[in-house]
């Protein structure tokens, strides 16, 4: 069991909240809890788990010294009426619940297209139902992403949305679709949403649970020095943007406690951040002897990118990370202006790649065992 160390200021709340979260065993909801853990010591926390990962989420707040006792953890499911909860167990946190963190998100590439359109959209449109019901509601935080910009170039505000853009995937389609929901219900419901960029492991540790995204693209070059990373050309110069997952926690905490950030969007990204060459370049040199990146012409990449012939080819084991091909520059500048003065800053990527590097060279795969979900959303919920 390890104490709760954060590397982030603190920042208190100033009223008693009682918070619901959806989604664990994502990485950043659990990163979350124990940042309200560590923070607002009268908060009552509440977790809506799926039933085929309750055990893993249990096991995971119980090796942080003082979390267990103070989560309530109930049996549910997002994408049910009712959050898929038990009629009574639903109206007491819906009678009490004044914050809900709805973080539930699917991206695993392996996933069917239905699976991913089913947690991204359904689930949070029947959370958006289920609000009807929350008395005591004061704040509805919606864990969104950066990537609902599609295909864009350039620079991309906090406020916009509907530009006009294409998805190169069905990760960003639904994400998008999810927002744009949410926003609608703006209106009526005291709405906050959060779009971080790609979220990698721990500063202290690196711990991450994901199998997909950066973090997978981090592992592959960690674990497999000898054949180069390849990027296409061009695509040296474009923005690798990644967060690591405990400043994400940190920063959506200290805006969620703001009461001016109601009805705003805030990019938790990191404002500088390095290209895709030089990010490559920056893991091959910490993972032992100086590597190379590899790069391909355009045309030849997008011909068979996303064909088997690219494992064949490269000696990839996973299919290309399709953010890796984007151009669009997150403003922050709602997320900037929330966080001055509390102490809270993306840390740069040199700052904790060594302990990201270490940790993806790791062997295990635990957390990968935890994330193979049932493509069937209903049946997580019993």
Known sequence: MTDIVTPYPLVRADRARNILITGAPNYAALQLVWRIVETEPDATICLVVRGDVISAVEGQLAQRSGVRERVRVFRGNPCDANLGMQSHEFGEVANSTTDVFHMLAEYHSR????????????????????????????????????????????????????????????????????????????????????????????????????????????????????????????????????????????????????????????HIVDPAPFSVGTAFRLILQHSGPAGSVFEIGDKLMQTISRSTALERILGKKERRIDELESRALFNSANTQAALRGTGIQCPQLLDYLEVLVKSAGASGGDWEKIREPSTSPAANGS
Not at 120 to 128: F, V
Not at 130 to 140: D, G, N, P, T, V
Not at 176 to 198: F, H, N, S
Request: aromatic share 10%.
């Open 111 to 266: 996933n069917p297209k239905s699976f991913v359109e089913e947690i991204n959209i359904n689930g949070t449109r029947h959370t958006l139902q289920s609000m009807a019901h929350f008395s005591a509601l004061k704040r509805f935080h919606y864990y969104s992403t950066a990537f609902v910009c599609g295909d864009r170039d350039g620079v991309v505000l906090e406020s916009e949305l509907l530009q006009g853009q294409s998805f190169r995937n069905t990760y960003e389609r639904t994400r998008y679709t999810a927002e744009l929901d949410v926003r609608r219900v703006g209106t009526d419901l005291p709405v906050t949403i959060y779009r971080p960029a790609m979220v990698v492991g721990d500063t202290r540790s690196g711990e991450m649970q994901t199998t997909d995204g950066a973090w997978r693209l981090i592992q592959n070059i960690v674990r497999d020095t000898d054949r180069p990373p390849t990027i296409p050309t061009t695509a040296r110069k474009w923005p690798f943007n990644v967060v690591p997952a405990d400043y994400v926690a940190a920063a959506m905490h200290a805006i969620s406690l703001r009461d001016d950030s109601l009805g705003k969007t805030y």
